[in-house]
């Protein structure tokens, strides 16, 4: 039934990533600076990969003061073709400027900004718009004008508003306030796809921006976020069972199987962590706003309430359910190898619940303390900092890892133990009472192999995406360092040096991470708690339900008249007689009493 139930999960994300492959729609230009073009409607994502056009918004306030200064009569109509490009019906894809619209916008606009030793923006380079007259189709507006002389006098006014890096000017030699990221030059360490942040000296303090596409399209996103919706709804269901069904006949689940129930409670709270991104919005639930106005993924800060939260969920609760294993693991040998009663391993609950609630919550207040926090691209998701080796593996691999290995060696011991009794159980072929612990210890040895196997397959999943993405890094980050000193491709003074990432840090396809890596995390993550439904799954879970709805839905009759109860009359004691059953004799030892 499991397998059935992945097959369907497959196939239905199969088929909503085929709907994903549609060619965009046109849509309604909302950003302000664009309602007045010639043209109403755009198509994203656009040139610079902006997804949405409240991200377009955010990249043409960038661009405010060069149009403020009127540098250029098309500057305007140029920087709007490209963040909003033109989209119609007849074209499958939108409709730019052309090539010699941006080259009379670079010639008129450049000068002032070199004064300034700023240079032309790598992302307006005049190479990528079509020729007039060919193919693709492009846009020509009226004759440009150069930069008046009293234009050129008001463009130092309004970069001194502007956030960011500082540059100086030719005459006072002042600093002034110039953003990094719009103007961006082969002197700016972060590239066009990243910002800088001073909180940490992390590859030089650079952040991916957001609704960037570095590592991941964003085809890969969308499907992702459809395979993680699937299975943490799946996830919580099942866990939401179990632990309605533990509410309502709490009885089954005593010692050394109780575990099971607070397994499925951290699974439930760890699957609720997966549905905030997609409740509450990717940008919404992953970015921080800088103090340059930048929105970048969340890194080393706690500024955001969603990701601080979500953080909490996946850290806290995923090593709780560990350490709920362990116990689990632990109370199992001790019934099957130390023949323990439920009784004795009851009594040491309070101990359990201290080592599995107090332990957990010491290291998420430390990682918080340190703020070895970080948003994933692919996922929104907030875990532990992937590119810190002392913080994922200090403080989430290292302890599961370690808890693991003490598991399993609980897990070795009540094998050992269930083989002999295995062989105590061919002499006691009648005793129920161990027929009973044969049935319970193997359900226990099968979910704790389960929970192993998972969990190392996770652990092998987030080491591949740390080497990979240190790999990645460390890559962008020299060829940024040969882009600062214009080296020509030697590598000598660069190599191992991280300076930052290079601009427009392109990853080609074949060295891009295995998105089926991620996705295979998230599925094992979950799977544990899709199976703890399986444990509860029997005859004596569906007679309660049947009694809870019974008393919620259906009324209790109320006697209309009093009831007399009949005496009643005490039967004579059967006589002793021999009976058989499977396998035993049972014989009666009561005496039949004589008649009076």
Wanted: proline share 6%; glycine share 4%; with cysteine.
């Amino acid at each position: 039934m499991l397998s059935m139930l992945l097959l369907l999960l497959f196939l239905f994300g199969l088929m909503v990533k085929g709907s994903d492959w549609a060619p965009a729609l046109c849509e309604r230009i909302s950003v302000p600076v664009c309602r007045d073009m010639p043209y109403n409607f755009t198509r994203l994502p656009n040139l610079i990969g902006d997804q949405d056009q409240q991200s377009v918004a955010m990249s043409m306030h960038d661009f405010e003061p060069l149009i403020d200064i009127k540098c250029s009569v098309n500057l305007k109509f140029f920087l709007c073709s490209v963040f909003t490009p033109m989209c119609t019906e007849a074209m499958d894809e939108p409709i730019t400027s052309c090539r010699s619209v941006c080259q009379e916008v670079e010639r008129s606009c450049a000068p002032p900004l070199a004064n300034f030793g700023i240079q032309w923006p790598s992302v307006l380079n005049c190479s990528q718009f079509p020729v007039q007259n060919s193919e693709p189709p492009c846009m020509d507006p009226s004759p440009a004008k150069g930069l008046s002389n009293r234009n050129r006098q008001k463009l130092e006014r309004p970069f001194s508003s502007s956030r960011g890096a500082t540059a100086t000017t030719a005459k006072s030699r002042q600093p002034l306030p110039v953003s990094r990221y719009e103007m961006a030059t082969p002197t700016d360490a972060c590239g066009t796809q990243f910002a800088m942040i001073d909180r940490h000296d992390l590859h030089n303090k650079c952040v991916l921006r957001c609704n960037q596409h570095w590592m991941f399209s964003g085809e890969q996103k969308r499907f992702v976020k459809i395979w993680m919706a699937a299975w943490a709804s799946l996830c919580l269901l099942a866990t939401g069972l179990t632990l309605v069904t533990f509410l309502l006949d709490g009885y089954r689940f005593a010692y050394p199987k109780r575990p099971v129930v607070f397994i499925a409670l951290c699974h439930f709270m760890y699957s609720i962590a997966y549905l905030l991104p997609i409740i509450a919005g990717a940008e919404r639930a992953a970015c921080q706003r800088l103090t340059s106005g930048y929105s970048v993924l969340v890194a080393h800060s706690l500024s955001n309430v969603w990701c601080v939260a979500t953080f909490i969920l996946r850290y806290y609760f995923a090593l709780t359910s560990v350490v709920w294993w362990l116990i689990l693991t632990m109370t199992w040998y001790l019934a099957a190898g130390r023949k323990w009663s439920q009784e004795a391993i009851a009594r040491h609950s309070s101990m359990f619940h201290i080592l599995a609630w107090a332990l957990p919550a010491g290291l998420t207040v430390i990682v918080m303390v340190t703020h070895e926090v970080e948003a994933n691209e692919l996922t929104s998701l907030c875990f532990i900092c992937s590119q810190s080796n002392s913080a994922l593996y200090g403080f989430f691999v290292g302890p599961i890892a370690l808890l693991s290995a003490v598991g399993v060696g609980f897990m070795v011991a009540g094998v050992r133990s269930m083989v002999r009794i295995r062989k105590d159980m061919r002499y006691r072929a009648c005793d129920t009472e161990l027929q009973k612990l044969r049935q319970l210890m193997t359900k226990i040895c099968v979910f704790s192999l389960l929970y192993f196997v998972t969990t190392l397959v996770v652990l092998i999943c987030i080491s591949y995406e740390r080497v990979f993405v240190d790999n990645l890094w460390r890559n962008a980050a020299t060829s940024g360092c040969l882009q600062q000193r214009g080296d020509g491709g030697s590598d000598k003074y660069c190599k191992g040096r991280l300076h930052g990432v290079a601009d427009n840090a392109f990853i080609p396809v074949h060295r891009r991470p295995v998105v089926e890596v991620y996705m295979l995390n998230i599925a094992m993550s979950m799977t544990v708690g899709v199976v703890s439904c399986l444990w509860v799954w029997s005859k004596k879970t569906v007679q309660t339900w049947q009694r809870f709805l019974c008393r919620s839905l259906l009324p209790v009759a109320v006697a209309s008249k009093p009831i007399h109860y009949a005496p009643v009359l005490s039967r004579r004691p059967e006589p002793a007689s021999q009976q058989l059953s499977t396998g035993c004799y049972h014989f009666s030892l009561n005496r039949t009493p004589s008649k009076p």
